[in-house]
Nanobody, 123 residues
Framework: QVQLVESGGGLVQAGGSLRLSCAAS????????MGWFRQAPGKEREFVAT????????LYADSVKGRFTISRDNAKNTVYLQMNSLKPEDTAVYYC????????????????WGQGTQVTVSS
């Protein structure tokens, strides 16, 4: 069982930055690939970024490539999402998720989800 708690969301102006954190419980955190997803009002939850258990493999959605960076600290059981050059279209609830094994961009493959943190980007 893995429990995930996101933090770091908030209101920021376009062009600004935020750093999201996701703290995981459980001693097997390092065996899970971790992902970030987001869901805007009226839209489906979409993939943002994912990172392998070692941190050596990272994938990003085209919409955030070059602006967002996913990282993890297995000693702290935490995964991060550094978001730079934020745009109004990045406004959404951001969720972290965990999947045993290899990275995947498919939300249906993820086993555990956090409660989400709101990110609002004003123009």
């Amino acid at each position: 069982q893995v429990q995930l708690v996101e933090s770091g969301g908030g209101l920021v102006q376009a062009g600004g930055s935020l750093r999201l954190s996701c703290a995981a419980s459980g001693r097997t955190f390092s065996s899970y690939a971790m992902g970030w997803f987001r869901q805007a009002p009226g839209k489906e939850r979409e993939f943002v970024a994912t990172i392998s258990w070692s941190g050596g493999n990272r994938l990003y959605a085209d919409s955030v490539k070059g602006r967002f960076t996913i990282s993890r600290d297995n000693a702290k059981n935490t995964v991060y999402l550094q978001m730079n050059s934020l745009k109004p279209e990045d406004t959404a609830v951001y969720y972290c998720a965990a999947v045993k094994g290899v990275v995947t961009i498919l939300k249906g493959e993820y086993e555990y989800w956090g409660q989400g943190t709101q990110v609002t980007v004003s123009s």
